[in-house]
């Protein structure tokens, strides 16, 4: 894990860079003539949630790895993509619902996109709590990578739910051809993008700092541990 | 035309919060941690 602490300062200032940039963006874009200046939400909201999704995407993979390698560094890798998912999840599921107020008339649907991603929270929640919920930390950690493995099914629910099923949710924002009837497009494009760039340097950051305190958090344990081993 | 800034304010103050304040809380945890590391090793011979 000594990659993690050669990278952090440089992805760390890297993201802080990008950010800049991506909201001076944010401040010249013209306001969209259907939504006016609540367009400025979806430059959160849209990276929030492809970073939610691609966090679990992260996790599922360390998780296989885990699983097949039993390799520690990817079950770390999975604790903290756990964390840094449910963030970005929080925010995108929050955000939606800021800008659903004045744009669709209500704070909350049960549609299928918002749904879906509601079970995503849950499962990153679902995730954190099993880990600590079992006495053995080797079983707790095989346990949530199975849980984690069985639980991304709920993404290409999310994923395809605007298109399968009529929801108030509009179409991919991002998407091209027949799927984009509502996308972001011209002068409005730049900041999105942008941003997208700067929320994926920032969720490689937090990962980075994240897994550093998870890895030194088990050290301290494993050291306390052997101590009150050879105390008795 | 409707202003929608205290919605734009809400959403970015909170992006802030949970980003920012998850990322710092993480960062102090771990530095916490390394210096109980360290008074360890420097009991255990």
Redesign the interface.
Known sequence: MNILKKIQPLVGLASLIVLAVGLWYVYQAPADFQQGGAVRILYIHVPSAKMALASYIFLTVASVLYLWKRHEGADILAEAAASVGAAFTVVTLASGSIWGKPMWGTWWAWDARLTSMLVLLILYKGLMVLRHSLDDPVKGARATAILAIVGAVDLPIIHYSVVWWRTLHQPPSLAAGANADIHISGPLLPPLLILSAAFILMGLYMVTVKARQIEASRHLDALEAARLHHDD | ?????P??A???G??LL??GG??LR??A??KK??R??AS??QE?P
Request: proline share 0%.
């Open positions: 035309m409707t202003d929608y800034t919605y734009v809400a959403v970015y909170l992006a949970v980003y998850y990322t993480w960062h945890s771990y941690l390394e109980q590391l360890q090793s255990s």
